[in-house]
């Protein structure tokens, strides 16, 4: 099946500073991304959707100036997490897809802000 | 709006035993419906799809779901269960307006004892 890479699995990082999480579709062309955050023992809350050359759609509530995604290619998307915070601490996961219409997703990134 | 609602947050069954896991729907368009699996510190797996073709939908790893319009409902079933099917499992809606973006339910965690 098609193979979504996200990196990276985990990242520790200082309050207030910044972290890029990537995700690339490594053998189909992800013409829309997704990217989701998972609490522990929740279910997956979406985000935003991102169009390739476009600005992403982002959920009510979702903060687009802290959450900022680039979709800058048909196999890349990204998302920083702007000035974070211990409350940003959470499982990121995105999804790819492609023109087959499944989404398939990325291994997750487990940030933990400290 | 589209929404899914899993009536089990646990199920425990024996190894052997029939699995069911209930999932119902909100959808103000005909849904396209999903379950995925996510196995402890591993990424989502698509297990199934209905795209409005025949009914029962079979699945990887002798899952199946039946779409009833009737009852708005899209249960899994397995006839016997595997230790290895023990994961969280994910009753999922696409969402039309945002590129078929997935809507997730808060998962149903399925225990198998031997």
């Known amino acids: 099946g098609a193979v979504v890479s996200q990196h990276p699995s985990w990242v520790i990082c200082k309050s207030g500073t910044s972290v890029k999480i990537e995700c ?57 997490v702007t000035s974070a915070h211990p409350e940003d601490s959470s499982f990121y996961i995105c999804s790819a897809k492609g023109a087959q219409g499944i989404a398939f997703f990325g291994q997750g990134t487990r940030l933990t802000v400290v | 709006a589209q929404s899914v609602t899993q009536l089990d947050s646990h199920v425990s069954v024996s190894e052997g035993t029939p699995v069911l896991l209930r999932c119902n729907y909100s959808s103000s368009y005909s849904p396209s419906l999903f379950w995925y699996v996510q196995h402890p510190n591993k990424g989502l797996q698509l297990l199934l799809k209905y795209t409005s073709a025949a009914t029962l939908v079979k699945g990887i790893n002798g899952f199946e779901a039946e779409f009833k319009k009737s009852e708005t409902s899209f249960h899994l079933t397995k006839p016997s269960a595997h230790m290895s099917d023990a994961a969280e499992y994910f009753c999922v809606v696409s969402k039309p307006q945002a590129g078929t973006a997935l809507i997730f339910g808060k998962g149903t965690t399925l225990s198998v004892s031997s």
């Not at chain 1, 690339?24 to 829309?32: E, G, M, N, P």
């Not at chain 1, 992403?56 to 903060?63: D, I, L, S």
């Open chain 1, 24 to 80: 690339r579709s490594l053998d189909f062309q992800a013409t829309t991304m997704f990217w989701y955050r998972q609490f522990p023992k929740q279910s997956l809350m979406l985000m935003a959707t991102s169009n390739e050359g476009s600005k992403a759609t982002y959920e009510q509530g979702v903060e687009k100036d802290k959450f900022l995604i680039n979709h800058a290619s048909l196999t890349l998307s990204t998302l920083t």
